[in-house]
């Protein structure tokens, strides 16, 4: 993380954190945790055509699934995320 770029944001019913990757850090973030204290993180997933894909297979097809209702699933493409809506494609 950057120090001096990342932000925080109190209000009386909301909080917002911004990050900012350290130079030289690339490629997307995949997941976060957060909470009261190390020993109690939970973790979030940020939105990315992987992560959806992942969700939504364990949702739609629990591990007891055949392999021909594992090829019949759709095939999910993340179009276009932005900070208030997600274009996802099913095929």
Do not use: M, Y
């Not at 979030?44 to 594992?70: H, I, K, M, W, Y």
Request: charged share 20%.
């Amino acid at each position: 993380l950057a120090s001096p770029e990342s932000s925080v944001s109190v209000a009386a019913h909301n909080a917002a954190i911004g990050l900012a990757k350290a130079p030289g850090s690339t490629g997307p973030w995949e997941k976060f945790g957060f909470g009261l204290d190390a020993s109690a993180l939970q973790e979030r997933l940020f939105v990315s055509e992987e992560n959806v894909d992942g969700f939504l297979s364990t949702v739609l097809c629990p591990s007891s699934c055949s392999q021909s209702a594992l090829e019949s699933q759709p095939l999910i493409e993340v179009l276009d995320i932005s900070e208030d809506r997600i274009q996802i494609k099913l095929k």
